[in-house]
Nanobody
Framework: QVQLVESGGGLVQAGGSLRLSCAASGRTFSTYAMAWFRQAPGKEREFVAAISRGGNTYYADSVKDRFTISRDNAKDTVFLQMNSLKPEDTAVYYC?????????????????WGQGTQVTVSS
């Protein structure tokens, strides 16, 4: 069992930056692929970024070159650095952990989810 707790969300102006953190419980964090998803009001949840157990990273086209996912296995934490934020980035951001061998861009590829953190970007 893995528990995930996100933090770092908030209100920021367009062009600004935020850094999200996701702290995981358990002693097997390094064996999980980790990802960030987001869900805006009235929209479906969508993939944002993922990082494999080995540190390979994957991004949605909409955030590539603006967002960076990273992990610190010593601290059981995954991060999402978000730069050049746009109003369309406004959403609840969720952290997810997956036991699969492959990184997935689909929500059903992950086994554990955090409660989410709100990110609001004003224009």
């Amino acid at each position: 069992q893995v528990q995930l707790v996100e933090s770092g969300g908030g209100l920021v102006q367009a062009g600004g930056s935020l850094r999200l953190s996701c702290a995981a419980s358990g002693r097997t964090f390094s064996t999980y692929a980790m990802a960030w998803f987001r869900q805006a009001p009235g929209k479906e949840r969508e993939f944002v970024a993922a990082i494999s157990r080995g540190g390979n990273t994957y991004y949605a086209d909409s955030v590539k070159d603006r967002f960076t996912i990273s992990r610190d296995n010593a601290k059981d934490t995954v991060f999402l650095q978000m730069n050049s934020l746009k109003p369309e980035d406004t959403a609840v951001y969720y952290c997810a952990a997956g036991r699969g061998l492959r990184v997935s861009r689909r929500g059903d590829g992950y086994d554990y989810w955090g409660q989410g953190t709100q990110v609001t970007v004003s224009s």
